[in-house]
């Protein structure tokens, strides 16, 4: 049987003025229900395009090409926007990072909720309420029933989080993709967050797609990590493979970046990526991570690495992998 | 005789007048509350609390941008009220948190670096230029980006011309306002080895105010854990990270997620977000959130008492009130 989501060689493009940013090139995965899948990488990997490019977001003037997307056994790339939208909040829904954005300020909460719902289910107003209410008590909001007439600037920043997350599950969708989903939070909201999706996760046997630049999150909660770079996935596979024992020059450079409190001396200095992104606009030659790794050969300046499959579900892509000798 | 501390913070209190409401009275916040602090020569204090606690207006009483409403900042030794604006603005920088924000972006990067000097009348042009340079050198920042714009730079870069800004007139102290929060884990990494090796190289002081505790304790000497506008705990770094006092100190260091696989979520144990500064709870302003309070911790306030621990610091919780060792493991 194949899985609830399958893309393979996903490519989004934006004409901007100098050519083409082809910000997304070759993104692939498969995400089953009751997995967790993290997409992560710095800014400007991709990682978010390819979430839009899912939900069928994109901005207009970007071009969405895959080899595959299809999305419980409906080619994605087939549906229509009328098609698209009656999936989309149904079957597939997603979270952003900034909540006050994507709420409307000038509806309440109870109004959004109910609008939803009703937007895919044929039930009457009286009904969704009480629907929206459930689904407030489920992600935690105390006093449910009496938030419904707030308006989004009335919530704290966690409160507004779990609105959009109740928002998104209330027609108790399939898959769930979640970009960055607490990054604008304190760290002790944070871990509340993450102990929420987690749960609801469980309990509704949920796909969900998390992005994320934080290593510390997806060693939390991820099932398997896709580790993106310059639009690419370049390593992906089970959580703890990639994190103890990363294959990509580019994860094991991003791993040592990061503090861990008690593991680097204090006066010792942090691992770095020397140098930054490369332009994206125009044909990407070679492995587009060659200028930054400390281990780059001749070959990788020429040659596209294709991914190298290393076990199971586990794969990377790097001409060091394929054999290519230094 | 001991030397007066590099920075020095007595009972310095800040309150703000804000708009309660249309036709209802104005109402106080207490931003910073009763905070007493040192910061010596060298060393590097890690500020560190959620949104809203009064980190940011504690950074602007000690560059001398806000004057405290009651208390005193002194600057070795001298009120900053008493220092002339430009003497203690040689002596205290910034660097803040937005490299996209803090940079005008209609002047050329060496212009920006240079700043400080013609403000403070030093040097003719040629020892001006002379100066931005070395300062380029010292971030590195490839000479040929002086006649660029920040828009043409990265954020990583950006920041970099913040921090040569910042330093160009050899400051003693440094505050660093989330330097690193608003770039990317690998450039992160790069600010912050810049920043320790420039401290060694200069014998620089900083502050580093934080919501990540990783990069905290990566570079900080000491650590001061904020909430509701109090320091509720304070101790050597080594000493607070390894045994951490305050129940809100436990819950910040439980919530830190590293990147070892197969742990769980850490269980936090606070729950509910942040109090409303403008109606702190009373008695220890924690105790709502708090899984150890006490009936006492409802009506009384707790004061500050000693950290029983090598390594000194204090800690504001009734639990370690009086006889602190024993009830502290």
New interface residues.
Partial sequence: MSALLEVDGLAVEIPVAAGTLRAVREVGFTLDRGETLCLVGESGCGKSLTALALMGLLPRRAVRRARQLAFAGRDLLSLDEAAMSDLRGDRMAMVFQEPMTALNPVYTIGNQLVETLRRHRPMSRAAARDRAVEHLERVGIPAAASRLCHYPHQLSGGLRQRVMIAMALICEPDLLIADEPTTALDVTLQAQILALLARLQRELGLALLLITHDLGIVAHVATRVAVMYAGEVVETGDVAAVLTAPRHPYTRGLLACVPVPGQVAPDAPLGTIPGIVPSLVGEVAGCAFRERCAEAVAACATRHPAPVTLGPGRAARCLLLEGVSR | MSEAPLLELTSVERRFRVSGGLLRPRREVHAVNGVSLAIGRGEVLGLVG??GCGKSTLARLMLGLLAPSAGDVRLAGTSLALLPRKDRARRVQPIFQDPYGSLNPHRRIAAIIGSPLVVHGIGDRAERRRRVEEMMALVSLPPRLASAFPGQL?G?QRQRVAIARALVMRPELVICDEPTSAL???????I??LL??LRRKLGLSYVLIS?N???V??LA?RVAVMYLGRIVEEAA??SL?AAPRHPYTK????????????????E?A?EG??PNPLAPPPGCPFHPRCPEAMPLCRDVPPTASARARAGGGRVECHLYAGAAAAVGQ
Wanted: no cysteine.
């Fill in positions: 959620e949104s990265s990583g990317d884990v690998s450039v992160q990494a790069q912050l080895n320790q090796e919501h505790l990783a990069v304790e990566h000497t770094t080594r990270f819950a910040l260091l439980a919530s830190v997620l590293t990147p070892t696989p197969g742990l769980p979520l850490p936090v606070i977000g942040y």
